[in-house]
């Protein structure tokens, strides 16, 4: 697939599609928002953040954005691993869209892009501190793991670990 197909939602005025280079601003400032405000941006984080091109896309993998008009609202990244397998990582919503089904929409576009790109399991890791995340994810079918079980997760605040067969 070379570019994820666009999704309108005509309820909300929000369309998702596949990552642009003038999203990378906007991809930075929403996730620099949410780590900020519960915990402290890391290494790996300025390092995925400062250029998402070379760290996710031009390693194969892909990032989906909601778009209301020309504006960013919200975002989420799926980095491959290897063997089939995704990361979901670096998802955020702008905090005035929280709480409106934005951000499951996105995780439900995400699943279906990943199964359309023949991804055998996704995994994610997060935090206790952020029970809406976790249960976003639980509601959608990922299933907690030991840590063990995944890739080495590269964040100190990482103490929730799933994973999504597909």
Known sequence: MAQAEVE???MTGLTIRSFQAEDAEAFRLLNEEWITR???????DNV???????NILNKGGHIF??????RCVGCVALIKMDDGVFEVSKMAVSPELRGRGVGRRLLEYTVEQARRL???????????????????Y??????????EKLPPMPYVRADVFMEMPL
């Open 8 to 10: 309108e939602n005509t």
């Open 38 to 44: 519960y915990f402290t941006l890391e290494e790996k």
């Open 48 to 54: 995925t953040l400062g250029d998402p091109q070379g």
């Open 65 to 70: 954005v909601v778009a209301e008009g020309e």
């Open 118 to 136: 023949g991804a055998k399991s996704l995994f994610l890791g997060s935090s206790t501190k952020l029970k809406n995340a976790v249960h976003l």
């Open 138 to 147: 639980e509601s959608i079918g990922f299933k907690h793991v030991p840590p």
